[in-house]
T-cell receptor, first 119, second 111 residues
Framework: GAVVSQHPSWVICKSGTSVKIECRSLDFQATTMFWYRQFPKQSLMLMATSNEGSKATYEQGVEKDKFLINHASLTLSTLTVTSAHPEDSSFYIC???????????????FGPGTRLTVL | GESVGLHLPTLSVQEGDNSIINCAYSNSASDYFIWYKQESGKGPQFIIDIRSNMDKRQGQRVTVLLNKTVKHLSLQIAATQPGDSAVYFCAEKVGANNLFFGTGTRLTVIP
């Protein structure tokens, strides 16, 4: 099946620094990638939708200047948390949408997540 | 906006028993539903999906039931195993729009 990877799997940083998280589709080209955030014991909340070669679409309440998304190729999207603060500590999960398969559906595959801890 | 919720936040079952995880959704326009399994510290893993033109779909040890009348979705796991312990999310979608996730149910399998 389709594989999505994330790097790093976990990161600890000081308050005020920026952190970049990479999301890669390893065996398929993804025209659309999604970034989710998940706080402990909560569900996944969509942050933004990223289309290759164009600006990301952010969900309401998500600061685009704080969460910079770059989708420069069909296999790579990056999320940069700028000037991170402790309240940004969370589990960040990316997802990539694969081309329509045999069932005629665009399928969405998830990465393993990145645990961000801001001290 | 859409709202997808679950009746039970936690569920404990004996190994070998069947598990039933429920989900309520509020958007009657949703036409595609997916169940995901998420183990601790990992991303969601696809389990099974169903379109709104169906009311039942079976996979290996899992069955999804859809009741559009009451906007209810359930996941049945047969002969639950310790490896099934995880948080289960239902997610809904309208057409080509984005997926919206429910709040999740933690399933604990007792050996």
């Amino acid at each position: 099946g389709a594989v999505v990877s994330q790097h790093p799997s976990w990161v600890i940083c000081k308050s005020g620094t920026s952190v970049k998280i990479e999301c890669r589709s390893l065996d398929f080209q993804a025209t659309t990638m999604f970034w989710y955030r998940q706080f402990p014991k909560q569900s996944l909340m969509l942050m933004a939708t990223s289309n290759e070669g164009s600006k990301a679409t952010y969900e309401q309440g998500v600061e685009k200047d704080k969460f910079l998304i770059n989708h420069a190729s069909l296999t790579l999207s990056t999320l940069t948390v700028t000037s991170a603060h402790p309240e940004d500590s969370s589990f960040y999960i990316c997802s990539a949408r694969a081309p329509k398969g045999d069932r005629g559906r665009n399928e969405q595959f998830f990465g393993p997540g990145t645990r961000l801890t801001v001290l | 906006g859409e709202s997808v919720g679950l009746h039970l936040p936690t569920l404990s079952v004996q190994e070998g028993d069947n598990s039933i995880i429920n989900c309520a959704y509020s958007n009657s326009a949703s036409d595609y539903f997916i169940w995901y399994k998420q183990e601790s510290g990992k991303g969601p893993q696809f389990i099974i999906d169903i379109r709104s033109n169906m009311d039942k779909r079976q996979g290996q040890r899992v069955t999804v039931l859809l009741n559009k009348t009451v906007k209810h979705l359930s996941l049945q796991i047969a002969a639950t195993q310790p490896g099934d312990s995880a948080v289960y999310f239902c997610a809904e979608k309208v057409g080509a729009n984005n997926l919206f996730f429910g709040t999740g149910t933690r399933l604990t399998v007792i050996p």
